[in-house]
T-cell receptor, first 116, second 112 residues
């Protein structure tokens, strides 16, 4: 079964500093990887996804992630944190379901705090 | 704007009293999902529909049922809610295959 591990349940950065949220995956086949963001009492919003092709993926709100097969990683970065980035971030890997659609298996999440 | 809508946003029920949560979508996606997210945890897939075909996850309790009367609507029925069922319930949709899932805002269920 595929899985993802997010290192660091809480990350705190200063406004304007680099954001780095770590995600490592385990998969026996080429993985499809996603980063979602969740604001308090809200659903999940897709930040970016990797399926095939370019390993550096750019997403919304200035975020990007790089798929590194040799390191089995898909870390999320943003050069300069903004107060509005404070939220919970989930890394996920996707499995095709026999019944159609796909199953997202999420990591345990990383709560990002941005300080002045 | 195309979207996924969940009603109500907050639901309070009593222990053992059946409750139904609603999800609708304007994206015309074939696949609809229900996730359970307990406090400070990751979302966990309960089941999904591909059109009218229902697919249950192996570890989803029998207490949870679902209905999809048409493409746009999907319901989650909890027959006898227990205290452990208090959670955020998220509905999502996608096209078939590996594709982005679009999430609704969720319904937070409280069981008294």
């Amino acid at each position: 079964a595929q899985s993802v591990t997010q290192l660091g349940s809480h990350v705190s950065v200063s406004e304007g500093a680099l954001v780095l949220l770590r995600c490592n995956y385990s998969s026996s086949v080429p993985p499809y990887l996603f980063w979602y963001v969740q604001y308090p009492n809200q659903g999940l919003q897709l930040l970016l996804k990797y399926t095939t092709g370019a390993t550096l993926v750019k997403g919304i709100n200035g975020f990007e992630a790089e798929f590194k097969k040799s390191e089995t990683s898909f870390h999320l970065t943003k050069p300069s944190a903004h107060m509005s980035d404070a939220a919970e971030y989930f890394c996920a890997v996707s499995d095709i379901l026999t019944g159609g659609g796909n199953k997202l298996t999420f990591g345990t999440g990383t709560q990002l705090k941005v300080e002045l | 704007d195309a979207m996924v809508i969940q009603n109500p946003r907050y639901q309070v029920t009593q222990f053992g009293k059946p409750v139904t949560l609603s999800c609708s979508q304007t994206l015309n996606h074939n696949v609809m999902y229900w996730y359970q997210q307990k406090s400070s945890q990751a979302p966990k897939l309960l089941f999904h529909y591909y059109d009218k075909d229902f697919n249950n996850e192996a570890d989803t309790p029998d207490n949870f049922q679902s209905r999809r009367p048409n493409t746009s609507f999907c319901f989650l029925d909890i027959r006898s809610p227990g205290l452990g069922d208090a959670a955020m319930y998220l509905c999502a949709t996608s096209r078939p295959g590996v594709d982005e899932q679009f999430f609704g805002p969720g319904t937070r269920l409280t069981v008294l």
